[in-house]
């Protein structure tokens, strides 16, 4: 699927707001991969889709899952607001026969990232929380990291991410904590790396 397909379709199924949304995640997802030596069409082709069925009922998100189960399916288990992100996948798997799983599991994990993230996966998880038309607290923060390192940048986003949802006493995905354990412990590893060197 070209890029200025995805653009077309995404735009007649999501309303103005979240393909403005889709359409930054695509570009600043380009970005950071030519950035950092990813691939910058799939980087571009996942962030255009990433939200793709983000509006489709419950209902239809968690039959799309349960079409395709996988160790993502745990999501159900979860906050609705999960769903979105494993139901596109089968969903652009279905509808334009994508089966490129550099497109698929940075689809999946948008969300909530995973333990041992694809350079692809990194890229959309951060481009879904910095591009331009976010406006929260903290988002210049994790910005000007991504400028500098990816990992650093990822690694303050899922910080930043399970203190927003410990804050509400709302429920966190395991996935986002062993993503997050695990990027503190390369972070350990590496400075213990330095110091021996
Ligand atoms: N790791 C997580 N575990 C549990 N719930 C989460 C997690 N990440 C996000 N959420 C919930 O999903 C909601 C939507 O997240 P997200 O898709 O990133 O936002 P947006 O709708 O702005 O794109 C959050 O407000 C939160 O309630």
């Known amino acids: 699927m070209k890029i200025d397909e995805a653009q077309r379709a995404i735009k007649d199924i999501l309303p103005e707001k979240r393909y403005v949304h889709s359409v930054g995640v695509s570009e600043t997802a380009g970005k950071l991969a030519k950035k950092y030596g990813a691939d910058e069409r799939k980087a571009r082709l996942a962030g255009m889709l990433h939200d793709i069925v983000k509006y489709f009922s419950d209902d239809e998100l968690k039959a ?3 079409s395709k189960p996988g160790t993502w399916s745990d999501c159900l288990e979860y906050s609705d607001k999960l769903w979105h992100a494993p139901a596109g996948a089968v969903y652009v798997e279905k509808t ?7 497109i698929l599991n940075p689809m999946i994990y948008h969300t909530t990232g995973r333990k041992q993230m694809t350079l692809l ?3 959309i998880f951060l481009a879904d929380y910095i591009e331009p038309s976010r406006d929260f607290p903290g988002v210049d923060e994790v910005r000007e990291a991504a400028k500098r390192n990816l990992d650093t940048a990822v690694l303050l986003e899922l910080q930043k991410t399970i203190t927003h949802l410990l804050s509400k006493q709302q429920s966190v995905y395991p996935k986002t904590f062993e993503a997050y354990n695990d990027l503190v412990r390369e972070q350990k590893n590496k400075k213990i790396d330095e110091v021996t060197e």
Do not use: W
Not at 96 to 102: E, F, H, R, S, V
């Open 121 to 123: 996966e990194k890229i």
């Open 96 to 102: 334009y026969g994508i089966a490129d799983l550099d």
């Open 64 to 66: 799309m899952i349960l």
